[in-house]
């Protein structure tokens, strides 16, 4: 999830325009509807929940009976086309494994077990599947295949399909999917539409309370599509899928089409009603956004989710938004958003020190740049998971201090007894405040030995403290060279290097970068994919999202305790401290975010009166007939 396309990828609803669930996956227990079942594991007796879906903590909102989610509307018209002017490009229609650089839209053709409710915190309800069975202590589950499921070509979902489906993610999926998976300890198929999956247990004997969800989102493929044909390698021939879309055109890197299923088996699941109502979606590819803005306004894209501030206060202005052609909207969400901000390599000896990276965080008029670059539409970002519920606040107290404490003399005393603040920028104390900030900043590195000498940092060899800033957009280049400008009064030479898409993500892959401005993005209900982000095991691991290289016992025992949190209090509270811990310990300088979901639309494209939990979901958008 590293390339230019990625804030769509995260931020808007569509399954190909909202957070990657691979990737920030979560877990559940239901009772609604539940009959009781008695069966045996490792030998004790347990108790199996039949159910509908399944929630990570907690009871499902949903009846068994719901007839809908409460953020569509079932009477939307089918019909018309959405368009979308998308920046970046792709060579791959098969978004299931490492390689290529897949299409937008795709989730729209692929279906999974369990479909998510976006209105809650992480709820799975029927798909392919139409009810499952789960252990009482999550280590197993069983999933009864819908009798409708189809693939496109009329032949029925199987069993078989699912196992086919996970050997070839705990084989060639990304590494984080590997890593799930892996924990998969027997798979069987007792008949045709039923598979048995039940789960190993963590080295301290406890149970991995998130994979039964994880598997309920395993992307489904056919088995007998791929016979003959190799699942590891990039391909722009369409593949089989159960999905509400198929694909009915592509021109390699600068356009895709789907159609609607006018068949499409799952029309009438309650996980389906009021949603995929267009019949065609084309993504038309742009290499410059400014373009794609262009496009849009001139009638080339009916939606369009705007991430640059600067270009939603004056960028939009003309006859279509006058005469009313395209309406302009900020929809608030009360998910998470992305953690974005400028990483420090730990790996590298200049970061190693805490001290050396709390400095940097000091030098910098970041109200300045909000007010200048951003139009001030933006929040400074100030936890690992801003927006939500889930950031630390105040002083740690209830859930959280209880997971700290065991850890409190390898914290720093500050954490207990002083709230985490960012460096006031300059704003509210004026110049004086940032040059005290500055002050500070040299104070920090002299206790980490460094000196200025010349107008220059060095170490005590005389070795200068210089370093590279690597990026692979251009607009991100207003921040990166104000940040490095603001350090030069330290005597720090900061270089700011833009590279191509591909030499990046390599660079990124094999962790040789001093610092990047990246982010790491999470749903309300995170879990093993914290593990993937900051545990010690990923820093080593080529390919991990643990950019920074943290490596903390503590982050480590956090991290691993929210995936067995078993309710939303413990689940909170874990997390508010694990972000707390990742905040003291300045493994990047936090940049911004934005509160809303700001959106361009025809005013020929409707939308539901409800918005849920994570934001606009642009799948239940209709088009005027």
Same mark, same amino acid.
């Given at each position: 999830?590293?390339?230019?396309?990625l =804030?769509l990828?995260?931020? &808007?609803?569509?399954?190909?325009? +909202?957070?990657?669930?691979?990737?920030?996956?979560?877990?559940?227990?239901?009772?609604?509807?539940?009959?009781?079942?008695?069966?045996? #594991?490792?030998?004790?007796?347990?108790h199996?929940?039949?159910t509908?879906?399944?929630?990570?903590?907690?009871? =499902?909102?949903?009846?068994?009976?719901?007839?809908?989610?409460?953020?569509?509307?079932?009477?939307?018209?089918?019909?018309? #086309?959405?368009?979308?002017?998308?920046?970046?490009?792709?060579?791959?229609?098969?978004?299931?494994?490492?390689?290529?650089?897949?299409?937008?839209?795709?989730?729209?053709?692929?279906?999974?077990?369990?479909?998510?409710?976006?209105?809650?915190?992480?709820? &799975?309800?029927?798909?392919?599947?139409?009810?499952v069975?789960?252990?009482?202590?999550?280590?197993?589950? #069983?999933?009864?295949?819908?009798?409708?499921?189809?693939w496109?070509?009329? #032949?029925?979902?199987?069993?078989?399909?699912?196992?086919?489906?996970l050997?070839?993610?705990?084989?060639?999926?990304?590494?984080? +999917?590997?890593?799930?998976?892996?924990?998969?300890?027997?798979?069987?198929?007792?008949?045709? +539409?039923?598979?048995?999956?039940?789960?190993?247990?963590?080295?301290?004997?406890t149970?991995?309370?998130?994979?039964?969800?994880?598997?309920?989102?395993m992307?489904?493929?056919?088995?007998a599509?791929?016979?003959?044909?190799?699942?590891?390698?990039?391909?722009l !021939?369409p593949?089989?899928?159960?999905?509400?879309?198929?694909i009915?055109?592509?021109?390699p890197?600068?356009?895709?089409? *789907?159609?609607?299923?006018?068949? *499409?088996w799952?029309?009438?699941?309650?996980?389906?009603v009021?949603?995929?109502?267009?019949?065609?979606?084309?993504?038309?590819?742009?290499?410059?956004?400014?373009?794609?803005?262009?496009?849009?306004?001139?009638?080339?894209?009916d939606?369009?989710?705007?991430?640059?501030?600067a270009?939603?206060?004056?960028? *939009?202005?003309?006859?279509?938004?006058?005469?009313?052609?395209?309406?302009? !909207?900020? =929809?608030?969400?009360r998910r998470?958003?992305?953690?974005?901000?400028?990483?420090?390599?730990?790996r590298?000896?200049?970061?190693? @020190?805490?001290?050396?990276? +709390?400095?940097?965080?000091?030098?910098?008029?970041?109200d300045?740049?909000?007010?200048?670059?951003?139009?001030?539409l933006?929040t400074?970002?100030?936890?690992?998971?801003p927006?939500?519920?889930?950031?630390?606040?105040?002083?740690?107290?209830?859930?959280?201090?209880?997971?700290?404490?065991?850890?409190?003399?390898?914290?720093?005393?500050?954490?207990?007894?002083?709230?985490?603040?960012?460096? @006031?920028?300059?704003?509210g104390?004026?110049?004086?405040?940032?040059?005290?900030?500055?002050?500070?900043?040299?104070?920090?590195?002299?206790?980490a030995?460094?000196?200025?000498?010349?107008?220059?940092?060095?170490?005590?060899?005389?070795?200068?403290?210089?370093?590279?800033?690597?990026?692979?957009?251009?607009?991100?280049?207003?921040?990166?060279? !104000?940040?490095?400008?603001s350090?030069?009064?330290?005597?720090?030479?900061a270089?700011v290097?833009?590279?191509?898409?591909?030499?990046?993500?390599?660079?990124?892959?094999?962790?040789d970068? @001093?610092?990047?401005?990246?982010?790491?993005?999470?749903?309300?209900?995170p879990?093993?994919?914290?593990?993937?982000?900051?545990?010690?095991?990923?820093?080593?691991?080529?390919?991990?999202?643990?950019?920074?290289?943290?490596?903390d016992?503590?982050?480590?025992?956090?991290?691993r305790?929210?995936?067995v949190?078993?309710?939303?209090?413990?689940?909170?509270?874990?997390?508010?401290?694990?972000?707390?811990?990742?905040?003291?310990?300045?493994y990047?300088?936090?940049?911004?975010?934005?509160?809303?979901?700001?959106?361009?639309?025809?005013?020929?494209?409707?939308r539901?009166?409800?918005?849920?939990?994570?934001?606009?979901?642009?799948?239940?958008?209709?088009?005027?007939?």
């Open positions: 999830m590293a390339r230019p396309i =804030l990828l995260i931020l &808007l609803a569509l399954p190909a325009l +909202r957070p990657a669930c691979a990737e920030v996956l979560e877990h559940g227990m239901p009772i609604h509807g539940i009959a009781m079942h008695a069966s045996v #594991t490792h030998g004790i007796a347990m199996v929940n039949v509908h879906g399944i929630a990570m903590h907690g009871d =499902l909102a949903l009846p068994p009976d719901f007839a809908a989610f409460p953020y569509v509307d079932p009477a939307a018209p089918k019909g018309g #086309t959405i368009r979308q002017a998308v920046t970046g490009s792709f060579d791959s229609l098969h978004p299931h494994i490492v390689k290529g650089v897949p299409a937008l839209g795709l989730g729209y053709v692929f279906e999974t077990l369990l479909a998510r409710s976006w209105d809650e915190p992480f709820s &799975l309800y029927g798909l392919l599947a139409d009810r069975e789960v252990a009482g202590d999550r280590s197993a589950i #069983t999933f009864h295949i819908n009798g409708k499921a189809r496109h070509d009329g #032949t029925p979902v199987t069993a078989a399909d699912v196992l086919f489906s050997e070839m993610q705990r084989r060639y999926g990304t590494p984080n +999917r590997r890593l799930f998976y892996a924990k998969v300890a027997s798979a069987e198929a007792p008949d045709p +539409r039923t598979v048995r999956f039940a789960f190993a247990s963590n080295p301290d004997g149970i991995d309370r998130e994979m039964p969800l994880l598997m309920g989102l992307p489904i493929h056919s088995k599509f791929w016979d003959g044909r190799d699942f590891n390698r990039t391909t !021939e593949i089989q899928g159960s999905g509400p879309y198929r009915a055109a592509v021109d890197g600068r356009r895709i089409v *789907y159609e609607r299923v006018r068949d *499409y799952g029309r009438d699941l309650p996980t389906r009021g949603q995929f109502n267009a019949d065609r979606l084309e993504f038309d590819y742009y290499r410059d956004d400014s373009v794609a803005l262009e496009a849009f306004k001139a009638g080339q894209g939606i369009r989710y705007e991430s640059d501030p270009k939603w206060a004056t960028g *939009y202005d003309g006859p279509a938004l006058r005469e009313g052609r395209f309406l302009r !909207e900020e =929809l608030p969400n998470p958003e992305l953690a974005r901000g400028l990483i420090f390599n730990t590298r000896p200049i970061f190693a @020190d805490v001290r050396v990276r +709390r400095a940097l965080g000091m030098a910098t008029d970041f300045w740049i909000g007010r200048s670059l951003f139009h001030g933006l400074r970002t100030a936890s690992y998971y927006n939500s519920d889930l950031a630390a606040r105040r002083l740690p107290e209830g859930e959280e201090l209880r997971a700290l404490e065991p850890f409190r003399d390898r914290l720093p005393p500050d954490l207990f007894i002083r709230p985490f603040t960012l460096p @006031d920028g300059g704003t104390s004026g110049p004086a405040g940032l040059r005290a900030n500055r002050r500070e900043a040299l104070r920090l590195l002299e206790q030995g460094w000196r200025v000498h010349d107008g220059r940092l060095t170490d005590a060899a005389g070795n200068r403290f210089a370093f590279e800033i690597i990026l692979s957009d251009p607009s991100e280049e207003r921040v990166a060279l !104000e940040f490095a400008r350090l030069e009064p330290l005597g720090i030479e270089r290097r833009t590279v191509d898409s591909a030499q990046f993500q390599g660079r990124l892959d094999s962790f970068f @001093d610092m990047t401005l990246r982010w790491w993005a999470s749903s309300l209900s879990g093993n994919e914290q593990l993937y982000y900051y545990g010690s095991d990923a820093a080593g691991q080529e390919g991990s999202r643990n950019l920074a290289g943290i490596r016992p503590v982050v480590d025992a956090l991290a305790s929210i995936a949190a078993t309710t939303r209090e413990e689940l909170v509270g874990r997390v508010r401290a694990l972000d707390r811990v990742l905040l003291w310990g300045h990047m300088v936090p940049l911004f975010h934005s509160p809303v979901d700001r959106i361009a639309r025809r005013s020929t494209l409707h539901p009166a409800t918005t849920p939990l994570y934001g606009p979901m642009v799948e239940s958008w209709w088009v005027a007939p």
